[in-house]
């Protein structure tokens, strides 16, 4: 049979518990970071978006930090469903300079919700 | 139907073939994108377009082909089809717009090149 072979992240988690997944990213011009999840067999979803001069922004039953010190991304789930499981992504855009309007990804994340 | 449409869904060709995936969107998105997803892997960038006849390359261009002749289609092409562009290519477009940041996706197009 066909070799799956997974190269990202897992994270697993009890229903209603809270959520946190992580990326790390590299590009300090990078004006927004954007949150996406990818269910099986689909393309991807915007989840959140939060621009470079915020720290943190709320959404429903999300949130996500940036720590720009670091460079470092991380998006909060709360009372996390099965609906739920999904890859999440996150992505970078320039708003601005010659990369005006790119949208890269970067690692994803596998995340399990056990009922 | 609105939204973001790619075809084929399925593919197989042979190596060394050119072929061609279609991607159509109707909400006259200014921004258009081809990204490629292998197994269990994210997201590449192969080409993005901010406006009919404007592109640009992304992290994998190597072998692919675009254009934008008009707003609402952005086709890929690879011009000479390998094993390595097995894969499964997601098209996205997204409004134009400080702020605008939702791309949208299309359902993808798996090719496999034997």
């Not at chain 1, 959140?48 to 959404?59: A, T, V, W």
């Not at chain 2, 050119?18 to 006259?28: A, I, K």
């Amino acid at each position: 049979g066909e070799s799956v072979g997974l190269h990202l992240p897992t994270l697993s988690v009890q229903e209603g518990d809270n959520s946190i997944i992580n990326c790390a990213y590299s590009n300090s011009a990078s004006d927004y970071f954007i949150w996406y999840k990818q269910e099986s067999g689909k393309g991807p979803q915007f989840i959140i978006d939060i621009r470079s001069n915020m720290d943190k922004r709320q959404g429903q039953r999300v949130t996500v930090l940036l720590n720009k010190t670091v460079k470092h991304l991380s998006l909060q789930i709360a009372a996390t469903q099965p609906g739920d499981s999904a890859v999440y992504f996150c992505a970078e855009m320039e708003a601005g300079g010659t990369s005006y309007g790119k949208l890269t990804f970067g690692q994803g994340t596998i995340l399990t919700v056990h009922p | 139907d609105a939204g973001i449409t790619q075809s084929p869904r399925y593919k197989i060709t042979e190596t060394g073939r050119q072929v061609t995936l279609m991607c159509h969107q109707t909400w006259s998105h200014s921004y258009m994108f081809w990204y490629r997803q292998d197994l269990g892997h994210g997201l590449r960038l192969i080409y993005y377009s901010a406006a009919a006849d404007i592109t640009d390359k992304g992290e994998v261009p190597d072998g692919y082909v675009v254009s934008r002749s008009k707003t609402e289609n952005f086709p890929l092409t690879l011009e000479s089809a390998t094993r390595s562009q097995t894969s499964v290519y997601f098209c996205a477009s997204r409004a134009a717009g400080w702020g605008n940041t939702e791309a949208f996706f299309g359902q993808g197009t798996r090719l496999t090149v034997v």
